[in-house]
Structures are given as structure tokens and as C-alpha cells.
């Protein structure tokens, strides 16, 4: 039916017939969500239900300016969700912009440019350079023709085609699939399929499914049902203790409400949403655009980086970097397509000509070449290639050594040519001579071109390029071997032109590491974040990147994933091969086994894979529309480096969340306590309703929110990530908020029965003592608190401080929360005692300054520490051994680490 067709293409009536049978070639739309869905599912996030909790609190007391403030934070993150949303669901249509929008066929033996909406199955393409392949095809006829499908397989060579039927090609030397560009040559193809039956389409399919409830949102779930049901006992409590000790039934009701309003720290999600803004307007700082708030502290939880080869950890771009002759071997520097760099034979920078052969080497190459290469625009510094990019690296390298291509072209002009394609694997070109006879030209794969019918050389040289050959293949490099012959006259055009060459050498090209990559893969594992490598590139190329950049250690295993075991999923560093099915597969057992994944790609093919781990990450410049959509974060200038940035900023955000957990739910616990304990020294009701919400609006209002601003602390990225399933309140968090409400509580009581028992206004000491020891508590969970970092909180605490004054002093205020002025002495007494909760969080954080990791082991990942690399990962968190707390903040406090103040 294929070949049939090839040559007249289908008729105008059957191809209706198949449009309408099979529908347009476009990708399925998912069915449109209704906003008014879209917001229901925003309420229901755990953040926005302690809001709406809180906001029937204060319904239910009459607080209409708490109220106010918590409805304006929920219409604020329900907007901001539902837009991030919107712009999510554009994935799957962003597929759509890579199919051509117009294809050329052959209908009723004419060709035909149509929309390619309209390509049926059984259409005839017709390809040439430049054009977008339009749906998956098989090729019928192929001149030369060169596919670039990097964004698909992510491999960064263009793939030769040969016609179906023709020699020995595999299914994927015959197929075209749609999306892919056509880089060199031209061709035709038969349509096999379109839409949602296409490569582009299975895709696609793939991206239905989304990661779930992000670290942060399960922890906060976990604390929500927690207060919850601590609270509601403990404020029952105190309402059955009043009641038992005859005070009034209302005023012990609105006593308990107001209770859990200042137990549950309403702020929260404030604090959260103004970190989350915060870190996601330094993460743009620094290149890093996150598409969804909540990606932010999701970076720092992350274990494991799994992230693609070219373009992320390559600079994306062939270069030449070996040229081997027989007389020598030579090494090229620079990088990309600049002409930039020079050729050198071991410390010898060489000039033309050479005694080496490496001048006629990239003459010749010069000469063998159908590619260009563009100088830098207006708008990009970097030069590009025209054509295929490993002939535009070709013509880099002969720039470095000063030849000219202009020159050479037009000094040995072509006159006849054999191009490549995939059955011979090589290419040949005949150039006249500027003293008269012809030069044959010929370069291809080492096996195709080192064959004893092709050059007329003895066998010993022609072994002994074959195993350099080999050697340079198995170091990463793709390899091609180049050869020559002069002849006086013209070949025939019949005449096999591919016999009796003389071997000029090879030529080794790689996409080569990004410079900063080495770097960015070190910070990783010092941060205690393994690194993973998924590619569609060959296995030894993704074994030579690898290893130069410490992703994983010489002679580690690579798993070729066409013999891919379910025992590898989460143990080997290196997959190669992989097709966008096997990269879905890998980040699911990654997750499955514990990992928080973030994973990086720019193509098609790493859409679902960037879409089904916790954080995808999209090179924003030479990313496709589909990446960059599927992502979570998309980095402006495609460095690996700003991943690193971005999870510095997550940590910042989730130590500024326990930051606020500890200063709101220490306050809170303090002021139950009081409640409780006050009867039983003799108060009778320690402080009233207005004074708690009060006390709650100052503290948990500008102060709480301002802590979510708090810098990093230094070293935040010389410790590992946390645990995934670590409740927010662990890692001794719980045990810092109840020890420092004990000490509030104590110093609060102890003002209140002093002043009882002096005749003193001991409940209002007791209102002013309680608000200010909070504040005094923010203060000192700063993270570093002799700077001016943040001034925002020291504001907030003066502002804060400043209305607990106006409480006492302003008439209005008095009447409404029902206190008295304090006496001159009174107040500094207070003050004084107030200073108290500064010290309790400073010295908790020095007596308690954390455990170090296990010796041999990342405590958040539970992967083994590659013994070559166990030195930078786990040395910066090691810590003196110490017999009692005293000694260790004793030795702590002289050696003055950063970060531990």
C-alpha cells in the first residue's frame, strides 16, 4: 500500500473519507474545567481550610478585622491558584504548536500545501529542509535526508533516513515522527499516523496525570488535624474549669472561642503565601521562574536531581575536540560554534601548513561539508550553525587553524557529489583542482570508511585507526574518518567513486559539559541531593559526561535502558536510551521508593516525566513550549547552576514556615497555659477575651508575617534535605515550641501572682508581659540577629510593641480590652521579664543546635555515600563531640559558626 501510494499520493475523495473517519491531525483537547470547580478545588487546600477555620472563629467573636484580613489572604490564594492552574493546562496544547501548520503532500498525483489539520493516514509528505514533519511516517524516498529529533530522543546528532525497503535500516532509520524538523536533504513519506495515534499524541497521553499534594501541603494537614484536636481539648478544659469555679457560662465561651483563635495561628498561610512570593520573586532574581507557589518549598525537600544530558548538562552544541592523523594527535580548545580556540599537538600550538596532516585533514572536511555557519545578530551573541551541526563543528574546528571556507571553497569549487545516507554511511564530493584534475573527498562512520574496498592503505594503518576509533567511542565521541584521492580526470557519472582513497584521519566531535556543571553537580551532593542522569543518548557518551562530571564514579554501571531491570529504577545514576515512557517510569519508582524527584529536560519527550515529578524543571531558552508547560519551574538561562540557587531558596522558605510555627504555636501554648494555670494560683480569670484576640492580632499579625522574610541562614546548603515524610513539627521542633512556652508561661504567671498579691493591676501587667515576651521571641528567632537583615520584622515588632503600649494608655483601647495603666516601675519591671523570651529562643537554639547526620549515610535519602565523594558531603555537618549541653554551647559559642549564633 506504501509504495503504491508514493507515487500519485491519495485522491481528494478518499482522503475526506479518512479525515472524517479519523478525525483532524490535532492532539485531544481535555475537556475544559469550570471555574467554578477550579475554585472549589483551591478551598479545599489545606492551607485555605485552617483560613476558613479561622475566619468562623472570628465570625463567631466578632473580630471583623481579623476577619477581614484572613478573607482578603483566601481570595488572594485562590486567584493566584486558579491562574497557575489555567496556565498548567496548556501543556497538552502546547503539543500542538510543534505540528506544522501547513504540510505539503501529494493528492491525485500533484502536490498540494494543506493545513496539516487536514494530513490523513496514507498521505505523501513531501520534505525538504526546514520543514516540520507534520504527523509519523515512513519514508518512501530520501536524498541525503537528515532529521533533527533531539526533542523527542533527546540525542543532540540529527538522524540520517533511508527509504523503506531499501538495505538494512532499522524502524527508526525509516520513520519520520511528527514534530521533528528536517535539518539537510529532502524526501517523501507515507503517513502511518496522526493526532492522538502519533508519537507527539502518546505523549500527550501521558501528561493527564499530575505529582498530588506537594511536601509542604501533606505536612500542613498533618498539623492542621493536630491543633485541631489538641486545641478543641484543651480549650474544653479551660470552659470546664471556669464553669466549676462559677464564672458566668457566655463570658467562659467566648473565653474558649477566643482561645483556639489565638491557638491557631491563623497567620500561617500569610506567612506561608509571603514566602512563597517572596522566594519565587529572588528565585526570578536569579533566573529561576516558578510557574506554581507551592514549587518553592517543594526545592528543598528534593533527594534526587534527575536531569537530562544535552543542553543541560552539555552546552547543547557539537564541537570538535580530538583530530587524529597518522603521524599525530591533535587537540582543539574553545567552545561552541565561535571560531574561536586553537589546534595543538601536546604543548605545540600548530600553524599552517603543518608536518602533521592536520591542515589537509580539515581542508578536506572543509570541502566534504554542506553546512554553515551564522555570526552573531543583534539579538544573540552566539554563533549558530546552518545545517547539521556536527558539518557546522567541522567548519569551527578548520576556523581555528585559520582556513578559510570561502577560500577553500571557492579555490577547489564542487562538481559532482555522492551525499549520505544511512546504507553507506558516508558521503563523497569530487573538487576540481586549481592546476587541473579533481579531487575525490570523502568522510563517513569509522566502519564505513575504514573498509579495505575504500582506501588503498596498508592494513597495520588501517587497524590502527580502527581501535583509536574505538577508543574515542568509547570515551564519549562521535567519530568520523576522512580520506582522499587526487584522479586527473573527471569520474564518470557512473563510476563508483568510493575506492582507492588515501586516509586522512579521524575527526572526534562531542557536545561537551557545561563549565559550571562540574560545580553545580558537586553542590548537589555536598547538599546531600543525588544526582541521577536520564538520557536517549548512547550509553558510553552518557558514561563519559557522566563520570567527567561526578555524577557517578569510574566504572560504575550504566543501564542501557532497552535491557532495563525494575531493580535499576532506583539504584543506577546513569540510564541511557531512554524513551519518554522509561523516563515516566524511572521518576515513578524514584517516588514510589521515598525520593523527592525534581527533574530537568527541554524536549517532547521529557514532558510526562517533568509533569509527574514533585518539581519539573524546563530549560526556558532552548526548552519546547511543551516543557516549559509541563514544568514548575523554568530556568530563564538554562543553567543546571540555578536549580542549585532555587533549592537554597526552598530551604530558606521552609526554615522561615518552622521559624513562624515555633514563635506562633509557643505563644499559643503559652497563653492556654496561663488560662489554666491561673486559677490555681488564685486568678480567677487570668486574661479576658479581647485581651487574647488582642494579644493574638499583635503578635501573629505583622511580626508573623514579617518572619516569613528572614534570610538564609549560612551552611543551609552543606546540610542534607529533609526527610519527605518528616511532619513539619519534627526534627525537636515541637520540643523548642514547648519549651519556650514554658518559659513564657512561667514568667507570665509569676508577674500576674506578684502583682495579685502587691495590690498591683496584675491582670493587665499580665496582658502587657505576655504580648511583649512574644514579641521578644520573634525577635530572637532571626536568623542572623546582630544584622540589619530584615528590617521589615524589627518594624513590625516596634509597631507591635508600640499598640500593646496604646492598650494601657489609650482611653478607647482600656475600655475595650478592659485594662489599667501601669506605674513607671511597673512597666520596666515588665519590660524587663518581657526580655525573657528573646533569651529562651536564643538559648534554646544554643543548647539545642541540632543533631548531626549519621557517618556513613545521607539521613534524608538513605543512598549510600559514594566513598570517593564521602568527604564532601558529610564533613561540613560534622559536629564536636560533647559529654553535656553546657560544654557544647561552651564550644559552640567560641568558635562562633555561622548559623548557630
Known amino acids: 500500500m506504501i509504495h503504491q501510494t508514493a507515487s500519485t499520493g491519495l485522491s481528494s475523495a478518499e482522503a475526506a473519507i479518512r479525515l472524517a473517519r479519523d478525525g483532524p491531525n490535532v492532539l485531544p483537547r481535555r475537556i475544559r474545567v469550570p471555574l467554578w470547580r477550579r475554585i472549589v478545588s483551591q478551598l479545599r ?38 491562574s497557575q492552574e489555567i496556565r498548567a493546562d496548556h501543556a497538552i496544547s502546547a503539543l500542538s504548536d510543534l505540528t506544522a501548520p501547513a504540510a505539503r503532500v501529494l493528492r491525485e498525483g500533484g502536490q498540494r500545501q494543506i493545513p496539516a489539520a487536514e494530513v490523513v493516514v496514507g498521505d505523501v509528505l513531501v520534505l525538504a529542509e526546514g520543514d516540520i514533519v507534520p504527523a509519523d511516517a515512513t519514508v518512501v524516498e530520501a536524498a541525503a535526508l537528515l532529521v533533527d529529533e533531539s526533542s523527542l530522543t533527546g540525542e543532540a546528532v540529527p538522524v540520517g533516513k533511508t527509504a523503506s525497503g531499501r538495505g538494512n535500516g532499522a524502524a527508526e532509520d525509516v520513520s519520520v515522527a511528527a514534530g521533528t524538523v528536517v535539518v539537510k536533504g529532502r524526501g517523501r513519506a507515507v503517513v502511518t499516523a496522526t493526532g492522538a495515534a502519533s508519537t507527539a499524541g502518546r505523549i500527550a497521553a501521558m501528561l493527564t496525570e499530575g505529582p498530588g499534594l506537594t511536601p509542604l501541603q501533606r505536612r500542613l494537614v498533618g498539623i492542621g488535624r493536630l491543633l485541631a484536636g489538641v486545641t478543641v481539648v484543651l480549650c474544653a478544659v479551660v470552659l470546664a474549669v471556669g464553669l466549676v469555679r462559677g464564672l458566668p457560662g457566655e463570658l467562659m465561651v467566648v473565653t474558649a472561642i477566643s482561645l483556639v483563635v489565638a491557638a491557631v495561628p491563623e497567620s500561617l498561610p500569610a506567612v506561608v503565601t509571603l514566602a512563597l512570593a517572596l522566594g519565587a520573586r529572588r528565585m526570578a532574581a536569579r533566573n529561576a521562574l516558578i510557574r506554581r507557589l507551592s514549587a518553592v518549598e517543594t526545592l528543598g525537600s528534593v533527594t534526587v536531581l534527575a536531569t537530562d544530558k544535552t543542553g543541560t548538562l552539555t552546552e547543547g552544541r557539537m564541537v570538535v575536540r580530538r583530530v587524529w592523523t597518522p603521524a599525530a594527535e591533535a587537540t582543539l580548545t574553545g567552545s561552541g560554534y565561535a571560531p574561536g580556540g586553537s589546534v595543538h599537538v601536546g604543548d605545540r600550538m600548530l600553524r599552517r601548513p603543518d608536518p ?11 570541502l566534504c561539508n554542506d553546512a554553515g555557519l551564522a555570526p552573531p545578530g543583534a539579538t544573540d551573541g552566539d554563533w549558530t550553525a546552518l545545517g547539521d551541526p556536527t558539518e557546522a563543528a567541522l567548519l569551527t574546528a578548520a576556523a581555528k587553524l585559520g582556513i578559510d571556507r570561502g577560500d577553500v571553497r571557492a579555490r577547489f569549487p564542487r562538481c559532482d557529489e555522492r551525499p549520505f545516507d544511512s546504507d553507506r554511511k558516508r558521503m563523497t564530493t569530487v573538487h576540481r583542482l586549481p592546476g587541473g584534475g579533481f579531487r575525490l573527498v570523502c568522510k563517513g562512520a569509522p566502519e564505513a570508511v575504514l573498509d579495505a574496498s575504500v582506501l588503498a592503505e596498508e592494513p597495520g594503518l588501517s587497524a590502527r585507526a580502527a581501535d583509536r576509533a574505538d577508543q574515542l567511542a568509547r570515551d564519549g565521541f562521535r567519530v568520523l574518518a576522512v580520506a582522499q584521492a587526487e584522479r586527473p580526470a573527471r569520474p564518470d557519472p557512473g563510476e563508483d567513486l568510493e575506492q582507492g582513497l588515501r586516509l586522512l584521519g579521524l575527526v572526534a566531535i562531542l557536545d561537551p559539559p557545561r563549565a559550571a556543571a562540574i560545580g553545580t553537580i558537586a553542590a548537589c551532593r555536598r547538599a546531600g541531593i543525588r544526582p541521577v542522569l536520564i538520557t536517549g543518548d548512547h550509553a558510553g557518551t552518557a558514561r563519559a559526561i557522566a563520570t567527567e562530571l561526578g555524577v557517578i564514579g569510574p566504572g560504575e554501571p550504566v543501564v542501557d535502558c532497552r535491557e532495563l531491570r525494575e531493580a535499576d529504577l532506583t539504584r543506577a545514576g546513569v540510564f541511557a536510551r531512554a524513551t519518554p515512557g522509561q523516563k515516566l517510569d524511572i521518576v515513578q519508582a524514584l517516588r514510589e521508593d521515598g525520593k523527592l524527584v525534581a527533574m530537568t529536560g527541554d524536549g517532547v519527550n521529557d514532558g510526562p516525566a517533568l509533569r509527574r515529578s514533585d518539581i519539573g524543571v524546563a530549560m526556558g531558552r532552548r526548552g519546547t513550549e511543551v516543557a516549559r508547560q509541563a514544568a514548575d519551574l523554568v530556568l530563564a538561562d538554562d543553567a543546571l547552576a540555578t536549580v542549585v540557587a532555587a533549592v537554597d531558596e526552598g530551604r530558606r522558605v521552609y526554615a522561615n514556615i518552622r521559624r513562624f510555627l515555633v514563635y506562633a504555636l509557643s505563644g499559643g501554648a503559652a497563653e492556654i497555659a496561663v488560662m489554666l494555670l491561673g486559677p490555681i494560683f488564685g486568678l480567677a480569670l487570668p486574661l479576658l477575651p479581647a485581651q487574647i484576640l488582642w494579644i493574638n492580632l499583635m503578635t501573629h499579625g505583622l511580626p508573623g508575617v514579617a518572619l516569613g522574610g528572614e534570610p538564609a541562614e549560612p551552611g543551609a546548603m552543606d546540610r542534607p534535605p529533609r526527610r519527605p515524610t ?11 515550641v514547648l519549651r519556650i512556652a514554658v518559659v513564657l508561661t512561667a514568667v507570665t504567671v509569676g508577674v500576674a501572682v506578684w502583682a495579685h498579691h502587691t495590690g498591683r493591676p496584675w491582670q493587665s501587667m499580665a496582658f502587657f508581659t505576655l504580648g511583649a515576651a512574644q514579641l521578644g521571641v520573634a525577635v530572637g528567632s532571626r536568623s542572623r ?13 516596634a509597631s507591635a510593641l508600640a499598640l500593646q503600649l496604646a492598650g494601657l494608655y489609650l482611653p478607647p483601647l482600656r475600655d475595650l480590652l478592659g485594662t ?16 525573657l523570651g528573646y533569651a529562651a529562643v ?19 535519602t538513605g543512598d549510600e555515600v559514594h566513598p570517593e565523594r564521602r568527604a564532601d558531603v558529610l564533613l561540613p555537618r560534622r559536629q564536636p563531640t560533647c ?7 561552651f564550644r559552640l559559642a567560641a568558635r562562633r559558626r555561622p548559623g548557630r549564633q
Open 45 to 82: 487546600d489545606p492551607l485555605i481550610v485552617v483560613l476558613l477555620t479561622a475566619a468562623a472563629l472570628t465570625i463567631a467573636t466578632g473580630d471583623w478585622t481579623d476577619m477581614a484580613v484572613i478573607i482578603l489572604v483566601i481570595a488572594v490564594n485562590t486567584t493566584v491558584g486558579v
Open 356 to 366: 602533521y596532516g592536520v591542515t589537509d585533514l580539515l581542508t578536506a572536511v572543509v
Open 785 to 797: 540577629p546582630r544584622s540589619w537583615a530584615n528590617p521589615m520584622l524589627l518594624v513590625a515588632v
Open 842 to 860: 536564643r538559648l534554646d537554639r544554643i543548647l539545642r543546635p541540632g543533631r548531626p547526620s549519621p557517618p556513613d549515610r545521607l539521613a534524608s
Open 883 to 889: 559529654r553535656t549541653p553546657w560544654r557544647r554551647a
Open 726 to 736: 518528616e511532619s513539619i513539627l519534627g526534627a525537636g521542633l515541637w520540643q523548642r
Open 820 to 835: 489599667r495603666p501601669l506605674t513607671g516601675p511597673d512597666l520596666a519591671i515588665a519590660v524587663a521579664l518581657s526580655v
